[in-house]
């Protein structure tokens, strides 16, 4: 057995490899379900991506380097905002980042379901029942593989997002190039420069923020800084070869879709497999939709993966340092949060129970998905400001890996963040064109995020000293 994860298996201590870090951070940033709702976009798909990687790819990236390398001590943005600006900070921006997912958890788990379908009957997609039922395996399927600890989910995401994520997106961009050189008619219009450059206006101003946070996730190895063998070296290198990866992967597949389907045909639900049939209908190998649409449930299943263990472990540092009840500090005997991570799974399935069988609430869902983006900016304005605040504060802390450029390059990197992250706070706050109670709904997002933020406040205050001293308790199994 390789070395890849840092569990004790035999007296043997084992570590997660440079490839297993960056499969990580490719398991949360890489979504085949955000490539329809780019793919809408044409050519122009292209400048929105390269605004988000100038915006946010890169200084994240960077960013995740240098504090994952000087902070390597676990807990990721936790204890690199912890270091910064103190406790109460830090477990705000862990706190945000779990708390948004209880709310995204359904849209995947929705998306996991209706691609499934697609290999079985595509008509099960519209039966609540299927989808709450397949919805429910995944996530507690999931759940049951992270009580395994490092072993198992870094297992999990190193060879489901090659399966699930990278040859379908890979395998997708080779279609496209079929398509585009057999001379098969192309629903763009020809290339130009210029066709490439986004038209930013008042309608695709709130489009803004979902573009900057597509590369959410990229700071999620962070949370396994405890499980690699010499961070100062591997994180920097893992980062960059996912950040590489992610990029590439995500333009070439969505330019693949939008060679194949007009945009006003595009479903933004199932338009990854409407392009598939598509391409292999054409090709003559519709048998081949079955699989493809297996191997993408498969990357569905990773990405939730990844976001599911990587904030639970984090909060699980924060319980060990006696900041919440004890009850949140029970692991097991591989390491894993137990409590954690049987609480954010009974949220999230009483979230999906509703989702699913109660229309009337994806309405109200809409104002909850605008929270998910108000919190990420929460966590990430946190992020860069710590960034910036520790070369102040700690100058002195070793940084294997440093942004270039001494003060100037970080305050470069990390003022361009911020900048993208504030603005995407402010645009996220505007309303769909269907709202007609602009303050309302701008009140309800606000409260919402506040309430969703707020919890830590509460346990730090209620905090206890027996709280840290009886807090780590193992369930013995």
Same mark, same amino acid.
């Given at each position: 057995?390789?070395?890849?994860?840092?569990?004790?298996?035999?007296?043997?201590?084992?570590?997660?490899?440079?490839?297993?870090?960056?499969?990580?951070?490719? %398991?949360?940033?890489?979504?085949?379900?955000?490539?329809?709702?780019?793919?809408?976009?044409?050519?122009?798909?292209?400048?929105?991506?390269?605004?988000?990687?100038?915006?946010?790819?890169?200084?994240?990236?960077?960013?995740?380097?240098?504090?994952?390398?000087?902070?390597?001590?676990?807990?990721?943005?936790?204890?690199?905002?912890?270091?910064?600006?103190?406790?109460?900070?830090?477990?705000?921006?862990?706190?945000?980042?779990?708390?948004?997912?209880?709310?995204?958890?359904?849209?995947?788990?929705?998306?996991?379901?209706?691609?499934?379908?697609?290999?079985?009957?595509?008509?099960?997609?519209?039966?609540?029942?299927?989808? =709450?039922?397949?919805?429910?395996?995944?996530?507690?399927?999931?759940?049951?593989?992270?009580?395994?600890?490092?072993?198992?989910?870094?297992?999990?995401?190193?060879?489901?997002?090659?399966?699930?994520?990278?040859?379908?997106? &890979?395998?997708?961009?080779?279609?496209?190039?079929?398509?585009?050189?057999?001379?098969?008619?192309?629903?763009?219009?020809?290339?130009?420069?210029?066709?490439?450059?986004?038209?930013?206006?008042?309608?695709?101003?709130?489009?803004?923020?979902?573009?900057?946070?597509?590369?959410?996730?990229?700071?999620?190895?962070?949370?396994?800084?405890?499980?690699?063998?010499?961070?100062?070296?591997?994180?920097?290198?893992?980062?960059?070869?996912?950040?590489?990866?992610?990029?590439?992967?995500?333009?070439?597949?969505?330019?693949?879709?939008?060679?194949?389907?007009?945009?006003?045909?595009?479903?933004?639900?199932?338009?990854?497999?409407?392009?598939?049939?598509?391409?292999?209908?054409?090709?003559?190998?519709?048998?081949?939709?079955?699989?493809? %649409?297996?191997?993408?449930?498969?990357?569905?299943?990773?990405?939730?993966?990844?976001?599911?263990?990587?904030?639970?472990?984090?909060?699980?540092?924060?319980?060990?340092?006696?900041?919440?009840?004890?009850?949140?500090?029970?692991?097991?005997?591989?390491?894993?949060?137990?409590?954690?991570?049987?609480?954010?799974?009974?949220?999230?399935?009483?979230?999906?129970?509703?989702? &699913?069988?109660?229309?009337?609430?994806?309405?109200?869902?809409?104002?909850?998905?605008?929270?998910?983006?108000?919190?990420?900016?929460?966590?990430?304005?946190?992020?860069?400001?710590?960034?910036?605040?520790?070369?102040?504060?700690?100058?002195?802390?070793?940084?294997?890996?440093?942004?270039?450029?001494?003060?100037?390059? &970080?305050?470069?990197?990390?003022?361009?963040?911020?900048?993208?992250?504030? =603005?995407?706070?402010?645009?996220?706050?505007?309303?769909?064109?269907?709202?007609?109670?602009?303050?309302?709904?701008?009140?309800? &997002?606000?409260?919402?995020?506040?309430?969703?933020?707020?919890?830590?406040?509460?346990?730090?205050?209620?905090?206890?000293?027996?709280?840290?001293?009886?807090?780590?308790?193992?369930?013995?199994?």
């Amino acid at each position: 057995m390789s070395e890849e994860t840092a569990v004790i298996t035999g007296g043997k201590k084992k570590y997660l490899g440079i490839f297993a870090l960056a499969m990580i951070n490719v %398991a949360a940033v890489l979504s085949i379900r955000n490539f329809p709702s780019m793919a809408v976009y044409g050519w122009s798909c292209i400048g929105w991506y390269i605004i988000g990687t100038i915006l946010f790819l890169i200084p994240i990236s960077l960013a995740g380097a240098e504090l994952a390398t000087g902070w390597p001590e676990g807990g990721g943005v936790y204890a690199w905002v912890k270091q910064a600006f103190g406790e109460k900070k830090g477990f705000i921006a862990l706190f945000c980042e779990w708390s948004n997912n209880l709310v995204w958890f359904p849209t995947v788990l929705s998306f996991i379901a209706a691609t499934l379908a697609f290999a079985l009957t595509p008509e099960l997609a519209n039966s609540p029942y299927y989808m =709450f039922t397949v919805m429910m395996i995944a996530f507690w399927g999931t759940t049951i593989v992270a009580y395994f600890g490092e072993n198992a989910s870094a297992k999990l995401s190193t060879f489901g997002v090659i399966l699930g994520s990278i040859i379908p997106a &890979v395998l997708i961009t080779f279609l496209g190039i079929w398509w585009f050189g057999t001379g098969q008619a192309l629903v763009l219009p020809d290339f130009t420069p210029g066709a490439i450059v986004p038209d930013i206006n008042l309608g695709t101003l709130p489009f803004f923020s979902t573009v900057i946070l597509l590369f959410a996730g990229m700071e999620m190895a962070g949370f396994h800084a405890l499980e690699v063998r010499n961070p100062q070296t591997d994180f920097p290198k893992a980062i960059g070869l996912s950040a590489v990866i992610i990029f590439l992967c995500t333009v070439a597949a969505t330019l693949a879709i939008a060679f194949v389907i007009p945009a006003d045909k595009l479903s933004l639900a199932s338009g990854v497999m409407q392009a598939i049939q598509y391409f292999f209908d054409s090709a003559g190998l519709p048998g081949l939709v079955g699989p493809m %649409a297996v191997l993408i449930t498969i990357g569905g299943v990773v990405s939730l993966a990844a976001w599911l263990i990587g904030p639970a472990k984090g909060l699980g540092v924060v319980a060990e340092e006696g900041n919440m009840p004890p009850m949140f500090d029970r692991t097991n005997k591989y390491g894993a949060p137990v409590a954690v991570l049987l609480t954010q799974a009974l949220i999230g399935s009483a979230i999906s129970l509703l989702y &699913v069988f109660l229309p009337s609430v994806n309405q109200a869902y809409w104002i909850l998905s605008a929270m998910t983006v108000e919190l990420l900016c929460i966590v990430y304005f946190l992020v860069f400001a710590a960034l910036i605040k520790l070369r102040y504060s700690q100058p002195d802390t070793p940084r294997p890996f440093k942004i270039p450029g001494g003060m100037a390059g &970080v305050w470069l990197v990390g003022g361009i963040g911020l900048v993208g992250i504030a =603005f995407s706070f402010t645009v996220g706050l505007m309303p769909p064109s269907y709202y007609s109670n602009v303050l309302g709904y701008v009140a309800s &997002v606000l409260f919402g995020t506040f309430i969703l933020a707020a919890p830590p406040l509460v346990f730090l205050k209620m905090k206890k000293p027996e709280w840290k001293n009886g807090g780590h308790s193992e369930v013995k199994e």
